[in-house]
Each structure stands twice: as structure tokens, then as C-alpha cells.
């Protein structure tokens, strides 16, 4: 008899935490907390990464009950990509409404350096009613995809999110423009904006790489940039692939190779932002025609090939 009210006693326990475990987990995240921050659900994420989104951004107390909920509510296949205005004040259950009604608006954000394409799959993921033909004419716009953080209609076509980041880049450019004389035309100062982009790594390389780019041309010397390399080679695996031989053994009759021709290549190779733009209009006045990144990726900059030389040697690469 003991034993049996023992179990009784531990089953009622059992049922008992996992009530409060179940009621606390559909509570608000934060009840005093009544601003709405917005959150995305984006083309083809599955329940468990919206759960878990969530908690990371502080909306719900626990994944796995908002998954479980989803469930039980039948509400799986029915929610929505888009964006959601959302408050941690807002219980799970109310949530998991919400997230059924998604608004007409898409967030993207285009980071400083990525090519066309990778602009591209950033669409895909994001709109359903993306066309393979899209890629093609972000590529004939190659250099002008301003990056940004941009809201869309989830309607919008190509041509309303091409020009959308294509004025933006026209804004921009007027601001920095501005009291710059320069030689170079805008095709040319994006286009070498584009390689400073992919160049630097870190923000205070990208002034001296623009320097050296702008030495070498006025020297009638090759670029001999990697990354122009890496683009005319890049493929949807990797669009920016480590060189495993001199950038002049690789896709030499490329004109995009810049060890095997002089002067830049045919057309900006990632879409490149403020900082790098700017390094362009205004770099400082160097004699470095050489530079090498060590395996942190900070650049070292020389005035001879035989400096530079030294300098592989010195960091081991």
C-alpha cells in the first residue's frame, strides 16, 4: 500500500512540473516589456528554426514548448515568411498567431564585398517568387548593388529591387564625392573600390591597398590582385575560392586575371561599400607597390618586390 501511494505521490509530481514546466514556457518572455522589435521568418525555415530564433532574440522562454505548441495548434504549415512585429510581452500562444499573418514587407541585408550572385542566393532565400533570371541582371549590375539593410514588398521584382539599392547607391556616392578630385571615372572608382573591398580585411587596409592599386596603375604595372582571380573562377561552391597556384597559372586568359593583363578588369567584382568607395576617391599618397597578408590577414606593405619577398618569408607563407 505504501508503495503504490509512493507512486502515486512521484506521478503527481511528474504531472504536476511538467504543467508548470508547459505553463511557464508559454508565458511572456518578458511581461514589463511592451516595445516591438521586428522579427523575420525567411523562405523555408522549419518550426524548429523559428523556435529558436525566437529565443535567441529574447521573444520566448523556451524552444521547445513553442515548437510543441505549433504542433498541437496545427499552425506548422501555416506560418508565414515575412516580417512580424513582436514584443517579448506577448505570450507564446499569442505569437505563434501572429506569425500566420505575416506583413507585406521582406528585411535583407547585402554585406560590404559579395558579388552579384551571392546577392542572388540572399534573394532566394528570401522571396517566393524569385526567378533564375534574376541572377543575370544583378550580374550586368555588378559594383552598384549598394550594400545595405533594405525593406521590400514581398512582392517586389528585380527591376523595383535593382533600382531600390541602385539609388541608394547613387545617394551614397554623392555624399562621399563630394569636394574630390580625382582623375578616374565612376566605373573606374567602383571597379577598384570593388577589389579594396575584397582585398582588406580589416577597415585601416583599405586607404593603403587603394594606394597601391593607384601606384601600379599610373606605373603601367599588373594589379596582380587575388581576388580578381578568385572571381573569374568562383562558382556557386565557392564563390571565393583560395588560390592553390600563382594567380598567373590560374584562368590566365581571363581578363579578369590581373597577374596576365595590365590595367583592371572588365567590370567591378563585388559591390563595394562606403569605406572602401572612399579610399578610392581620396587614398594617401604612398610608394607601396607590393603588399602581402599574413595569416591573421593583416597586410604588410612594401616599395620592392624584394621587400615583399622578405616578407613571405618572415610570416611563413
Known sequence: MKKFFFLIVILVLIIGGLGAWWINGTMPANATEQKTQTFEVSQGEDVREIANNLKAYG??????????????????????AGEFQLSPSMSAGKIADVLQVATNDIRITVPEGKRSEEVAEILKTHFSNYQSSWEQQLVANEGYLFPDTYSFDKGSDINTIISTMEDNFIQKYAQISVGKNTKLTKAQVVTIASIVEREAKYPEDRPLIASVIM???????????????QYAIGSPANWWPTLTDSGGNIAPTSPYNTYTNTGLPPTPISNPGVESLAAVLNPPQTNYFFYVSDKTGHNHYEVTYDQQKADIQKYGL
Open 215 to 229: 601606384n601600379r596603375l599610373n606605373a603601367g604595372m599588373p594589379l596582380q590582385v587575388d581576388a580578381t582571380v
Open 59 to 80: 521573444l520566448i522562454k523556451d524552444p521547445i514548448i513553442f515548437y510543441l505548441l505549433v504542433k498541437q495548434k496545427g499552425i506548422g504549415g501555416k506560418i508565414q
